[in-house]
């Protein structure tokens, strides 16, 4: 069996290796935190290799994701489906080892990671998950869910703000199952840090309420083994442990310089640095003691088949807590959901009402959230404003965690990067609030909800200038555009409370990425439809309102203009121009959409078109054609009641006439 020293340099070797022949990544902090690693994977981690879904594994996750090669080394050794060749093609198209971790893309990669401070912020949401799921599910006597999420992080984390927001969060929270591990080694690109970032580290945990772990030797084994074992031991508050080490440790001529943080160490220090290491093997060369003494297939499936006998006692003792548990880990709906979403939908049609769609998205919520307890909301503190609080929902607190609901605190970032983590757990479906113009607070983890795929709700409300005398710093005007630019990332903006409905049924249902849904502050009228109209929601797109006679113009709108584009075309029918209304409150659903149905709704030959939305027009271009024009907001707002500034910014009925008059002449 190998000395853990040289179970370290095995994955100090494959880094360097790797990152040479690729020419392109990041050695130094795979080297520096390779000692690290060793004693985290190979003394606490649990965590099977040929299973690496099985729902009580501890998470670990590369905050500092340019460093992959530490991770990818720590799979391939382990045992995971992660083969030589991957690790010798790093970089390359499609070889499973990408220069930062995708998750999916890898066995055994939970999340991914590269932007700094969102892999931390991923690693509160997944231990938040498990707190909450061992809340629910935990009995006397039956622990079924019961594990750690450990991470390493860097400088570069923890200078990013969104450190700040979910470190602060999860200390109120006493998440005393998070362990994060601090790669002090005073180096960023840049060089030291120390012309930049002189905190004081471990007073600012502790102020967070955090375990810390103090001037932790990161290449003294048994310091490090004593450091995790010490953090484990807190139950009460997430640790940190702060492990000085040296950057590229073992390449004797740029370890602890800039110059090793980022570019490979060419042929010349590789030779150097196996001289160093006594590292007596050539590139990808690994012997079969090295492997021995990393293989954690046979501890892995031990770990897995004694938590299955758990299982099994619990399902034995509590068979529907048992069978929902599954359930919610499969990422499966009920199977009375869908159902019950269609029966919802139609009472919400046949009753109508009008009302703001924030208020008609709390309504769903009461009419979906009892028949869906993975459902857990939240809001950046503005439950009262986002409507995302509903009759049954319990706050989550660090002494009860059996709630569903979060108080996210003024976090807009913080708040999505953390459903992001929940979700890649499992077993809970994250949605919260915040109003649309803060959605740029947050675009980051946004895009790595859709790039990820994972499935959460972004609540967004007040989506307008029709949110009033605020005013332009809060009244969005690019910003559906701009979302909608994002690919994989659904944008629903619903007209009334049955588009409302299905817009949440659709988010619900969806597992492939995030949904986002734009909702209205002020009232909306409720719009008469058939039955036929209704199932045409879900599509995106659809046609609301046919003239008497053939038509020969289209309105499209989303939201708070569906109505004055209904509005419009009955103004204009009035003057015999038969005009086609389409509620469009997907484009992106509307987009996927055959093409035999998107040229039923948009027929070719109606090339007079018109679309209006409160929103900048980029959207629309690609709908309306050379022929169409689009009736939107080319500046910002102003700060007076909405229905003026609607007024004020020439967002009515009556541009939308002249707008469409003006496409029929031409």
Known sequence: MANRRHLANAVR????????????????????????????????????PANPQWPNRDRFVLSNGHGSMLIYSLLHLSGYDLPLTALQDFRQLHSGTPGHPEVGDTPGVETTTGPLGQGIANAVGMALAERILAGQFNRPGHELVDHYTYCFLGDGCLMEGISHEVCSLAGTLGLGKLIAV???????????????????????????????????DGHDAEAVREAIEAARQVTDRPSLICARTTIGFGAPNVCGTHGVHGAPLGDDEIRATREFLGWEHGPFEIPDAVYEGWDARARGAASETAWRDRLERYRAAHPELAADFER???????????????????????????????KHSQ???????????????????????????????TTVTADDADGNYLFYGVREFGMTAIMNGMALHGGVVPYAGTFLVFSDYARNAVRMAALMGVRSVLVYTHDSIGLGEDGPTHQPVEHLPSLRLIPNLEVWRPCDLTETAVAWQSALERQAGPTALALSRQKLPHQPRTDDQVEAIGRGGYVLREPGATP??????????????????ERLEQQGHPVRVVSMPCIERFLAQDSGYRDQVLPPSLTARVAVEAAAPDSWYRLVGDRGDVVGLNGFGASAPGSVVYEHMGLTADAVVSALESRLAG
């Open 13 to 48: 070797a494959l880094s360097m290796d790797a990152v040479q022949r690729a020419n392109s990544g990041h050695p130094g902090a795979p080297m520096g935190m390779a000692d690290i690693a060793e004693v985290l994977w190979n003394d606490f981690l649990q965590h099977n």
């Open 363 to 393: 309504a769903v919520l009461n009419g979906f959230g009892p028949r869906l307890p993975e459902l857990v909301g939240g809001s950046a503190d503005l439950t009262g404003s986002n409507n995302t609080w509903w009759d049954d929902c």
């Open 328 to 358: 919610r880990m499969a990422g499966d709906l009920p199977d009375s959901f869908a159902e019950h979403a269609r029966a919802f939908i139609a009472r919400a049609q046949a009753e109508g009402g009008d009302d703001a769609s924030r």
């Open 552 to 569: 020969a113009a289209v309105i499209m709108a989303t939201g708070s203009e569906v109505g004055l584009a209904v509005q419009a075309a």
């Open 182 to 216: 601090y790669d002090d080694n005073g180096i960023s690109i840049d060089g030291k840090v120390s012309g930049w970032f002189t905190d004081d580290t471990p007073g600012r945990f502790r102020a967070y309420g955090w375990h810390v772990v103090e001037a932790v």
